[in-house]
């Protein structure tokens, strides 16, 4: 069965760097979750699209920005990176009905 | 703030003891209450969505119930393989889902 694939799984970039995050969601999901996890802590919600359309946002930082596209791949983009954004950042999908969710494998950021 | 808080944080079991796992979370509004499983470095593995107080699921050694205040992921002989952390999510609208902090289970054979 498909998966919410994420891309690039892992990715190394030095301070005030620009990184950009791709999640693909599963066919005929329309909304798009983006989360980031620090080391031994929960996923904490940074932003998410319903129909191209941001539908919520929380503690995303002014340096990221994130959107959908027409076909309902997601970006995250990630600028003047800091080394507190090492993180996982995880991807999910829901279609209507918001019956499941599922995450990506996720995308390992490490800044240095 | 919409607040979702799991317990214990840390539960180690012997291979075949059962035990539960609790999630409790605000009431006012809820639509989903999510039960993930997360390996290390691995993203969270859809486990169950409950919808309504009384509701129940199941899969293999899981169980997922929901009160009107929480909800328990019930784990009957568990083996060493279901060693992951389990997080809970509660979902207030269809926009985004809080976290707990998750139990981290150990189950030695």
């Known amino acids: 069965a498909a998966g919410v694939i994420q891309s690039p799984r892992h990715l190394i970039k030095e301070k005030r760097e620009t990184a950009t995050l791709k999640c693909y969601p599963i066919p005929r999901h329309d909304t798009v979750y983006w989360y980031q996890q620090g080391p031994g802590q929960d996923p904490q919600f940074l932003i998410s699209?319903?129909?191209?359309?941001?539908?919520d946002k929380g503690s995303i930082p002014d340096r990221f920005s994130a959107q959908q596209f027409s076909d309902y791949h997601s970006e995250l983009n990630m600028s003047s990176l800091e080394l507190g954004d090492s993180a996982l950042y995880f991807c999910a999908s829901s279609g209507q009905g918001y019956t499941e969710a599922f995450f990506g494998q996720g995308t390992r950021l490490t800044v240095v | 703030e919409d607040q979702v808080t799991q317990s214990p944080e840390a539960l180690r079991l012997q291979e075949g003891e059962s035990s539960s796992l609790n999630c409790s979370y605000t009431v006012s509004g809820l639509r989903g209450l999510f039960w993930y499983r997360q390996d290390p470095g691995k993203g969270p593995e859809f486990l169950f969505t409950l919808y309504s107080a009384g509701e129940e699921k199941e899969k293999e050694r899981l169980k997922a119930t929901l009160t009107k205040k929480e909800s328990f992921l019930h784990i009957t002989a568990p083996k060493p393989e279901d060693s992951a952390t389990y997080l809970c999510a509660a979902g207030y609208n269809f926009n985004k889902f809080y976290f707990g902090s998750g139990t981290k289970l150990n189950v030695k054979p």
């Open positions: 699209f319903y129909e191209k359309m941001q539908s």
